[in-house]
Structure formats: structure tokens, C-alpha cells
């Protein structure tokens, strides 16, 4: 069958003049623009402009200059705008570092991709996918109110269990929604956070004034249509949740649920911002999405938007596509989506659905009635009907218990479809679990609202040190009201929050945390076993600090030699005429139980060199005899680091890459090797180390190595005449920091992840990874997914704060980054008639090709074969290059189907009133030609005709559908005309017959005052012409009166039929 498509583009054609519903670079991509994201440690600028006090940043208009690496970029070609699209989702940096570059060079686009990508400043960029309503426009004449889809899938009895909860929001993201219509407006979602019209935003969600939906297209707080043809979204959004039982327009399977409109577009045969329509969505925290839209191009961007609202619990529904194929189309196809094809009367694929695998249900979606722009109503068809018909029920379910995660809810619907794979030959497993059963479903919730709470929980950190406080999280499930939590070896030992925080751990070894969740339906209970890990506390340790002030008693000193100048031949702990070498500080730990050195402080009083590169390595030493002995370690300093120090009077710390031992012994020293500096003519470098005054307490003594190579302690022969200690402060812990970083893999493909893990590092005070090259860049978790997107070798590095002393420790990796081959592939003609064939055309970097299935291929290893299938097929190319592989598929529709033509229309068919056709349930039709005998036309060849008949009797009327490839079939149908009573008046009389509907209470009343007690058939049928009642009356003279309480039926107009099998009698009502 021929469609309309329109096709729902993802930025605004204005911007740049680019007319986007003809594509002409690539067909499923957008021209002229390319989404790229940012790595997380480029730095970028955001110059703003001021309201009243508050500095704003305007996202949508970007100075190009904020982007400093674009100017290379934006000089070559005509790029006209810059945006950030999504700065407002602050939990993931993979979306809010993505940025929206338009540009009017449009045949440039891998140009301007290849120039993105040569900066080393972008993890990805990539072209924008084209996106199209899946809908087959009826026209809008229709005037009855047929709703057949709920019948179908049980709506009614769907309606017994829940009328659906105020509290449950559905967010229809398209082209635009008349929040004010009469069968909407007491639907519509309110932003009670928000203040109206006062230009803030009150909410603080980076969209101001959203009281009642948002126009993420056009940046403002109106997500109403501009004029009549904006009327997709209107019409979905009735479907979803028109209000019912409010005697008004029609029913919806949502019954009573919120709608949160989101326009998403500003031109009417495009949606150009659907997927900022989603984040936005998301960020008002709905429980579902609608997205009646989609196209068969995918992206890195589509799909991390995707993934994202789906970790936040978002149930999210999509459109399978109207291309009668089993091409995937996104954003259905993405596995988190529930992909809806759609169906007809008797459950029959609608003819223009797409199926497949990939499908996860089907719901009614052609000749579907519903609410459009001007307070109106409609026909539509499309899988744009059938989605948000499962959208509604989802929300439907969801209303029974609230407390059902997305995935119960995607289970009951699924898992209660009613299978329609023998009513669709040739179709088995294409259209999901079935057609969806809305009363089922609900029961199915209704059986969660008896479950137990299902307990969970997590920690903020599972190994500490004695001391270090753990939050806990509850993830429990099904409703719980009440909590009792157990924290072995923790204090407080017990809590009854849902999130209790701060439990102290102050004894080392490790602790068990159990949870009981309880609702009134009974009780569950989570223990995670040796679940925290504490550490001793082993502390940590500063030799000689207790002796400074205000507990101490040492005041500081700098010694120096020669007169009568002060310094004249230099300084006793530092450099000086005698070119001592080194000056060091002894130590004995024997006191103390710590086992580390990891550290000290010096502190240096004067420092000056005309080098500031002149290097001065500390030093630490064990004990051999009683001088200095072994070297342990070594740090080099520069005086240019000493000299700034000492300018800024701050002492100088000291972190030695490997902590020491501290020898067993317990005796070391620690020294300042001057050994590089000079004092000769013309040059003096100064340096002088602070000790305490002469004859104060000294713990440690002062060594030297003069320049003979020998030690030599003060205060003995040889050596200066001090007794004082150097203002060196060792650190000693058990318990060094230690960043342990472990990775699944170090080389991976482009595009796949590794998994990293900080356990055993010491994370007291903080910790920070850092992924060059992968997305997330940075994560302060213990562990953590990271994807790699861009060939290349990078380097992963962990860094922690912590340990007995609170010192620094770095781990690092390096990972190999291999290229995956990206594979485009096309065919010149994806619908062939049989025995016909089709080029088909790979294009990538890979250097090998294989094809699968092989049937009907010229060759399956080279990457432009020729395709004869016999029948629809789906084939799938791998490339490879390297180690790597990259695939991609297309579909080749071999239109081999016999049509089958049929058609249904509205019954009963009265003189002079409109009576629709409509061969929209036709298997395989690509023409109609319809012929009419008798009626206001004679002949039509659209899809859904029109037809008045002014005189009653037997009419023919015939269908003949064609395929594609010309194989054709028809069918007729009698219609029979009856001089149906004209009005709507509370009295219709008819012959020995009268009817009455009394709308007070509901009740139709219909009197017999036949000639003769003859036994006629009384049948209530709805407006197409469905059979509601039917049965036998006997007793038919006198004036008999039988009632019928209409109560039970939703609002609409009806048919009375009364036949003693010979004439028949039929009365229109309205309940």
C-alpha cells in the first residue's frame, strides 16, 4: 500500500534553510548536522549574558569560541550554530558533553567529521539520524466515534481492575499537544514545582516556566500546537489518556492517567528535537514515553539517551515503522524500547506494519479514532496509534502498583499478549508475544500487589578503617512500609530508615548487613555476609612533632658560619665554605609499633640559587653501626620547588614514591644532600635547614657527610660544636596508601568495554579514576564500565587519598584501543518482485567481507554482490579489520505475497448518512479501486471512501487490491440501506415499534404494540456496527415494555435493531 511519510527530523530546518523532509546527502541521516561529544577534560568556556542578577548561559546559540579546538573547524566551512542540546542531564557526562554543530556546506558532512576527530578533542562524532512519524493519514471527515482497538483488547473489562492513577505520567514526546482540549485538558500534568510565568526556574531542571509540558524544539514553555497540521502528537496523546467517563468525545486506554505534553518540533512534517524531547521527559521524572516515531539510522548519541532513561526507570515505548518490513527502525529496535507493530480487526498485521525479530508486540493501530488540534476528533492509522496504545496500557498497569519496577511492567505486558501468529501466516515470531490483552495484563499487576517487599540494599563503600563511617541505600521493591536494618560491628547496631547513614565501624574484621523489608503481604529479608571490610586503624605518626609549639617547646633556628656578615661563609645545616655534602637527622623508632616510612616535612629557612633547576635529593638510610648506612630511598627536590617553599613560608612535604620499611633496628635517618649546590667565587647557593635552638630537647641528632665522604655527628671531633635537632618530621603508618587497580582487559575493540576495579586500595578520604580515552572519562566508584570508542593507546589511571597518613597513591594502566571497522551498507532497490535482483553495497575501512545467508548472493565475500533471494531476506555483512569486526544489515523485500482484499465499513448503513469505508485490513495492497453501485460515488481508488446511499435496498460493493509487482485480488460485499429513524430526539417510533433513551439514569426503553404476539430478535450494536446485545422477545403487543440498563457502555452513539426475520426495524440512540 502507498504511505505518507513524514519525516521527523532532529533539529530545526530554520536554523539553517536546509528543507529536511528530502534528504540529500544520506537518506536516513539529517543534513547539515553532526552531534560530537567532547572529551571530559578538554575545558570549554561559557560566556553568558545577564538577567537582572543571575548570569545565563544560552545553550542553544553557543559562541564559537567557547569551543576554542572549533575554530579550525568553523573557518573551512558555513557552520551556523552551535548548541549544547543536553547541559541539563547532570548525572551523565556522555550526554551533557554532546554538542549540536549545524553547518550549510552540507555535501562536507565526512569532512567535518574527519576534522572533529583530528583535534584528539572528541570521543565520537557522528551525523545526525533522520527520524519519520510511523504514520498512514486517514482523512479527517470521519464523523463517528468508533473506538473498535479497546474492544479488542479487553479495555472494558481492563477498566473493572484500575481506571488508572493520577500519579502515573506518560510523556508523549512529538510534534505537539493541545493541552486545552475538552477531552486532554483534565489529563494534562502539572508542574505544581514550577511558578507560572514568572521567567525562572522555580524547579531548577533547565527549563523555565514548564508548568505544563515544554517546547523543547522551540526553547520555550508552550507545547501547544501553533495551527491544525501540528496534529500527531494530539491525536497520540487521546490515546493514551483522553479523560474518561466525562461524557465527552472518547475513552482511552489510560483512562485517568497524567499526560505530560513535550513538542518536539516547529515545523509540522518534522520532529527535529525527539530525543531532547526525551531528556526532558526524563528529567520531569515520568513513568513512561511515547516516541510514535523513528528511522532505520542509529547512533552512539540516540542510544546513549536511550540507555539513560532507561537506568532511570522509565518504561519506553516506540513505533515499529510503517514500512511493511522487517528493517530495524530506532528508536524502537534499541533493546531497552518495547517495539509496537500494529494490528487490525480480528488481529491481522495492518498491512503497513514493520515486523520482525525485533517486534516485542503488536496493538491495534489502523482506523483508530482520537483527539486532534481545534477540540476535534479523527481517523489515524500508523504503528503511531499502536504505540501509544501500548504506552497507555503501561501506564494502566503501572496505576494497579506503583511500586512494579519498568521491567514487571514490561512482563505483564508481554507475557499476557494473546499469541496472533496463526492469524498471520508467514508471520510467526515477527510480531512479538502477540497482540497486547489489556485486561490480562492488569490482572497480572493486580497478582504483584500480594507480593512481599523483594529486600536490596547497597553501601556507599565496603572496605574502610577502623573509625570511617558507612551510608547505606535501599533498593528494596514491592511497597515496603517499614524497615529494620542490622549492622554487625557498627554503631548505631540497628536502624529503622529506609536510608540510615553515617554507621561508624571502629573495630577491624569483617561485618555482616541484613535488611527485613515488610508490607502488609508479609516480609523479606537481604543479609549480605562479611558484606564490610574495616581495616585497622594503624593511624599515623609524625616523629619529633609533638616537640614544636604550643605543646612543644623548640623554637627554630638558622646556624651559620663566618664574620662578621651573617652568612658570609654559609650556613651549619645547609651549604656552606666547607662544602659539607649532606645533613641528616637520626632517628629511633624502637617506641613506635608503625612499620612505614612514608613521608616527612622539612623545613627549610633560606633557599636561594641562581639555577632554580640545581637538584637536592633527600635521603633515608638505615642504621649500619651508628652511622648512616644503607640506602633506602631517595626523592629528589629542585631549590626552585625549596625556594618557592620558603617564599610562601609553607614547609616542605615530602611523599616517597614506595613506602619505606622501617628497619628492624627501628634506627634511620633522613638527609639533605647540598652535595650539587656550589659556594666558590661568584657564586654562593644558599640553603639552610631550620633546627631548634642550641641546648633545647634533642631527640634527634644532627649528622653530616663533609667532604671527605666520612659522617660525622655534631658535638663530636671534627664536627660543629651544636647540640640542636633538624626540622625533619618523618610520617610512619602500617597502613600506606595503596591504589591496586585491576581491568578485565587491557586491548579491546573500538567500541566494546573493560571492566575496572579499585578493591584493596585505601579510599578513606577519596578516590578518582581517570579513563583516557573512555567514556565515562573520570568516576569516583570502586568499580567501574568503560567503554572505548576511539582507536588509540590510552592510559587508566586510580588515584587515592588514604591510608594511616591520608597520603596520595596512583596505579595506572595503559589500554590498546583497536579499530573496529564501521560498516554503511545499501542496496539499489530494497522491494524487488520475485526472480529479480538487487545491488548491494558495503563501505568501511575493513579490509575482508563475509555475507550471511549466503542464498541468493553472486558472492558472499566481496562487498558489492548481487542479490536474487527467492523471499524476504535479511542479510548481515561483517567486516573485519584486524582483530575487529563491525557488522550491519539490510532487508530485501521480495513482494511474492498474494493480496487478499478486504474491507470493513459502518453498520448499520442508513439512508442519506455517510457510510465509511475502509480496505485498510487488505493483506499485501499497494492500490485500491473501490466500485459503488447506486451511491454518491461510482468509484475510488483511495485507501478509505466515503459513501451516501439515498434510497434503501441491496447494494454491491467491490474492492480490488494490487501489489506491487501487479498481482491483484477483490472482493464484494452486499451492503444493505435501511430507512434507519432520523434524530436524536428522546422518542423514535417506527411502525408497531417505539424506542427511548432516558439519559438520566441510562435506561433504553422499547415498546411493542404489534398486531400479534409474533417473537422477534431485539440486537444493540455499536457505531461499526459490533454486536453489543442480543436477544429473544416473545410478549410484543399491548403496549409491553422492555427496559435495558445502558449504564455499563461508554458514551457514543448506538443502533437498535428489531427483526421478526422478515422487516427489520432500526433505531439510532445515544448514550
Known sequence: MKKIYFALSLFLASATGIELSAQTVYDNYQDGRIWFKIKDNVSISQPGFRVGSEQMVDYRHLDFKSVPFLQNVTSGHQVTRLARPYHMVKNDKKLSNVFLLEFSDIQNVEQIIAELKSTGKVEYAEKVPLVKHFLTPNDPSYNSSTQWGLFQINAAQAWNVSTGSTSVVVGIVDDAVQTNHPDLSASIYTNTAEIAGNGIDDDNNGYIDDRQGFDVADNDNDPNPPNSSFDHGTHV????????????????IGYSVKLLPVKSTNVATQVTDGYDGIVYAVTMGVDVINMSWGGTGNSTTAQNIITWASNQGVILVAAAGNDNNNTLHYPAAYTECIAVASTTTGDARSSFSCYGTWVDVAAPGSSIYSTVPGSAYAYKQGTSMASPMVAGLA????????????????????????????????????????????????????????????????????????????????????NPTSYS????????????????????????????????????????????????????????????????????????????TGTPNVGQDGWINGMNVYLDKEKAAYFDASANTQSKIVGCYIGFGLAYSANPNKVVPVKVYSQTG????????????????????????????????????VPASRKFYISVDVSNLQWQSGIHDTLSIVSNTNGQTTPSAIWEKQSDNLWYQYGTAGSWNLNASLYIFPFLTSDP?????????????????????????????????????????????????VFFNTPGTYRTYLEVLGGGCGMYAVDSVDITVNPTPSIAVSVSNDTICPAASANLNASSTATSYVWSPTTGLSSSTIANPVATPANTTTY????????????????????????????????????????NFNGGISDYANTYNWTFTSGSISSSTILDPVVTYTAAGTYPVTLSVNTLCGITDDTTLNITVVDCAAGLGNELENGGVTAWMNNQNNQL???????????????????????????????????????????????????????????TQVFKIFR
Open 876 to 915: 548481515t555483512v561483517t567486516g573485519t579489520q584486524g582483530a575487529c569486526q563491525g557488522s550491519a544489515n539490510i532487508t530485501i523485500v521480495v513482494d511474492n505475497n498474494t493480496p487478499v482484499a478486504s474491507f470493513i465499513y459502518t453498520e448499520p448503513v442508513c439512508i442519506n448518512d455517510p457510510v
Open 737 to 785: 596508601a595503596n591504589a591496586q587497580l585491576t581491568s578485565s582487559a587491557t586491548s579491546v575493540c573500538s567500541g566494546q568495554s573493560i571492566n575496572f576495579d579499585a578493591t584493596g586500595s585505601t579510599v578513606e578520604d577519596d578516590m578518582l579514576w581517570t579513563f583516557l580515552g573512555g567514556s565515562p572519562i573520570q568516576s569516583g566508584n570502586l568499580q567501574q564500565t
Open 485 to 560: 536494618w542490622t549492622f554487625t560491628g557498627g554503631t548505631p547496631s540497628t536502624s529503622t530508615q529506609a536510608n540510615p547513614s553515617n554507621i561508624v565501624y571502629n573495630t577491624p574484621g569483617t561485618f555482616t548487613v541484613t535488611l527485613t523489608a515488610t508490607n502488609a503481604n508479609g516480609s523479606d529479608t537481604e543479609t549480605k555476609t562479611a558484606y564490610i571490610t574495616v581495616l585497622p586503624q594503624s593511624g599515623c605518626d609524625t616523629l619529633n612533632w609533638a616537640n614544636l609549639p604550643p605543646s612543644g617547646a623548640w623554637t627554630g633556628s638558622n646556624y651559620y
Open 395 to 478: 501506564a494502566l498497569v503501572k496505576s494497579v502498583n506503583t511500586g512494579m519496577t519498568a521491567a514487571d511492567v514490561r512482563n505483564c505486558i508481554l507475557s499476557t499478549a494473546v499469541n496472533i501468529d496463526a492469524i498471520n501466516p508467514g508471520f510467526g515470531g515477527q510480531l512479538g508475544s502477540g497482540r497486547i490483552d489489556a485486561f490480562a495484563a492488569v490482572t497480572c499487576a493486580s497478582a504483584t500487589l500480594a507480593n512481599p517487599p523483594v529486600a536490596d540494599f547497597v553501601a556507599n563503600v565496603t572496605t574502610i578503617s577502623a573509625g570511617a563511617t558507612v551510608n547505606f541505600t535501599n533498593l528494596s521493591i514491592y
Open 237 to 252: 496523546a487521546g490515546i493514551v489518556g483522553a479523560k474518561s467517563n466525562n461524557s465527552t468525545g472518547i475513552a482511552s
Open 626 to 661: 651508628s652511622n648512616p648506612g644503607t640506602l633506602l630511598t631517595t626523592y629528589n627536590l629542585t631549590m626552585g620547588e625549596i625556594m618557592s617553599d620558603v617564599n610562601n613560608n609553607y614547609w616542605t612535604y615530602i611523599q616517597f614514591p614506595t613506602p619505606v620499611n
Open 1005 to 1063: 426503553s422499547i415498546q411493542f404494540n404489534l398486531n400479534q404476539n409474533t417473537a422477534v430478535e431485539v440486537t444493540l450494536l455499536n457505531a461499526v456496527g459490533q454486536i453489543v446485545s442480543s436477544s429473544k422477545e416473545n410478549n410484543t403487543t399491548n403496549g409491553y415494555i422492555r427496559r435495558m440498563d445502558l449504564s455499563a457502555l461508554t458514551s457514543g452513539i448506538y443502533f437498535v435493531r428489531v427483526s421478526d426475520g422478515e422487516t
